[in-house]
């Protein structure tokens, strides 16, 4: 085996990087954790390449040890970037130092991959009158419909089955027809199951080296023992900030009255007790109108009664619902289980009155009420369930807050009596954040109130934005405040600059949309806030309405605050500004994405110097230039939109094979690709594609194997782009795309060999 400098060196060789001391620091310790089998703290700065930085270590361990290491982000970006963009290439690097390409693979929860089984009617329709039948459906009845034609001809040619790598996508309702829950699959069971887009995706990780998936996945394979990911012993979580609140989502449940309605509807066919299910929706509906909006500190009687209702109905539908000996595998049946034993386990929950669990009721504007129950802490359920058996790796970069890593280890579980031993450790950032950025406060600004942005910070943002040239990012503090910038900007500008609002379009659109124009503005909330990555000129300011303090009424926070305050803690530094820190210092991240980008962080909010936990705040974020004064920020900015750049190009989801790897890489192509035999885990040959003659769509164009070969004996023959457009008699822009979802280059000039 290579030492880690050797492949640290032919991996950023391979990628045209440069090898920067952090990054060779981190690579070190990350080796270290896994062969002391000790847990890892590590901070890296954005632009330190820490993602190569645990993958080498990841891939040496993988091959020593023949098992793979599993690495969890929080974001799909950084889930693409890993899959598209790193392990590629470093696959390509390393091949002649191990002798073979490491492998790599893409896994997801059910819910990200259409259903073989679903396409073809084994289940009930989600809904129902949309015309959405296995037969024809009209494709002018609706916007649903024409969305369902579009997922049903996809599923004829997509081989991975991954919602991501359809584009555009297709709304959520549309999304529900064509897949099912982890809860409604029929796993072993399905008539279809080796059709299974799920099933040949978790097969074909079994065997790679390096599994890639996400924080929500990784808990349930790790809380609930489905044994969905492969054996490792490895673990590397990427995007350690948001653990917590990523776990947190996933052990929240919930319950409404029309969530046991429909339960009772989809059972409704099979069972005879549906009635009385039905009945306890109802009289649930009348008590939870009457609950106030906000956190329980217990369960009223009212409520306690009617959450019995709910649980003992559904108990009782249970048992109808189980399915007699011999009985074959139904979709219909499954269904209206997984949903009557939500609503059972669910309230049954309630009522048990956990001793962490806290309880709250919100108004959904369009759900109507709903009521809530998530744990105050997941430490605990960190420190056994993800921490016990394994090596963990935790990194992100901002871990360290108010300049020590302690805020984050308690709420991870990796503090108090009984806690596993870890180390922390801070690789810096090759960044010259003093000389590449400022950081403005307006300290000149009004206090941020409740009731909406105050015309004098509307004309802040407007000069702002006027002096930028547009290039901005404006992080809000709520949905409502990201859109009454929105239209007010629009109409100061009156169309001289775009402006994109969150929720006008999916995420990952927009952000394409803000990074090719410079003169476009994207504005928006919590999402925006981290994992945006626009390098270049596309964005040189971004814009921080106010702290990002968690709302006072926030139920598990305020529980949080309350509880830490009991124990003689400082509850609003531990949960508050803690919470405020680490967004703050995600936020100011969007800016600097590379060592020749310049820019602008502008905090619309005085109390950054004047608050008493001001000090706090500061330390974590990047080390800035730091000013209030105005006129020098927004003659800097002019000056950076006058000497702009054009902006740097954006990058396109790619089509999937099997494994979750780029079609047309050597781990996307489903080919078997030999390995030398002293490798003890030979690669795992991918499963047949669905057959059809189809093998891609691009453009609205369908190829053939044929037309594929056809491309590619052009690109041999040092055919141009315009030659192959007129020769296979499509536009050159459908011809281009699919020359790069194989991987061609039409240049023009015939390839020689020298042999």
Sequence with gaps: MPSLDDLLHAAVQGVGGVERPGQVQMAHAV??????????????????????????????????????????????????????????RLADALAPLLGRRPTYALVKGRRNYLCAHKLEGGFPDDDEGAFLSVGQVDQQASRLGAEVVRLREWAEVTESGDRDELVPGVSERAWRQ???????????????????FVERSREAAKEVDVVVTNHSFMAIDSFEGRQMLPEHKVLIVDEAHELVDRVTSTVTDEITANMVSAAAKRAGRLAESTDAVDDAGVFLQGVLDELPEGRLTGVPDALELALARVRDTTRQVQSELKPKPGEEADGNRQVARASIDEMYENSARILERRELDVVWVNRDPRRGTVLRVAPMSVAMLLRDKVFGDRTVVMTSAT??????????????????????????LDVGSPFDYPKQAIAYVAQHLPAPGRDGLAEQTLDEIEALIR??????????????????ATEAMRERFEGDIGFLCQGEDQITTLVRQFARDPQTCLFGTLTLWQGVDVPGSA?????????????????????????????????FMAVSATHAALRL???????IRRGDDRGVVAFLDSRMMTARYAGFLQRSLPPFWPTTD????????????????????????ALRGVTGAVAGTTMGDGAEHPRPEVDARPVAPAPPPVAASRTAVTQGHS??????????????????????????????????????GLGLDASGAARMSFD
């Design 31 to 88: 080796a270290d954790a896994i062969a002391k089998d000790e847990h890892l703290l590590v901070q890296a700065g954005t632009g330190t390449g820490k993602s190569l930085a645990y993958l080498i270590p990841a891939v040496q361990h993988a091959m020593q040890e023949g098992r793979p290491a599993v690495v969890a982000t929080a974001t799909l970006a950084l889930q693409a970037q890993i899959v598209d963009r790193d392990m590629p």
């Design 585 to 591: 210092a995600q936020g100011a991240g969007r800016l």
């Design 399 to 424: 871990l360290e807050l108010g300049g020590t890593f302690d805020a984050v280890a308690g709420t991870l579980g990796l503090r108090g009596e009984g806690a596993p031993d870890w180390r922390g």
């Design 703 to 740: 190829w053939t194997a044929d037309a594929d070969e056809e491309l590619r004996d052009g690109v041999e023959l040092g055919l141009t782009l315009e030659e192959l457009s007129e020769s296979l008699e499509l536009p050159e822009d459908v011809v281009a795309a699919r020359l790069r």
């Design 178 to 196: 064509v897949s099912v829950s982890a809860h409604e699959c029929l796993g072993g069971k399905c008539p279809m199951v080796t059709e299974c």
């Design 539 to 571: 964005c040189q300011l971004v814009i921080i309405d106010r702290i990002p303090f968690p709302r006072p009424d926030d139920p598990l926070s305020s529980a949080r605050s309350q509880a830490i305050a009991r124990m003689g803690g400082n509850g």
């Design 630 to 653: 105005r006129e020098r920020v927004l003659a800097a900015l002019r000056r950076l939109d006058q000497t702009a750049p054009e902006p740097v190009t954006v990058h396109e989801p």
């Design 467 to 484: 002096a930028a040239g547009g290039r901005t990012l404006g992080l809000f503090s709520s949905m409502r405040a990201a859109r009454e």
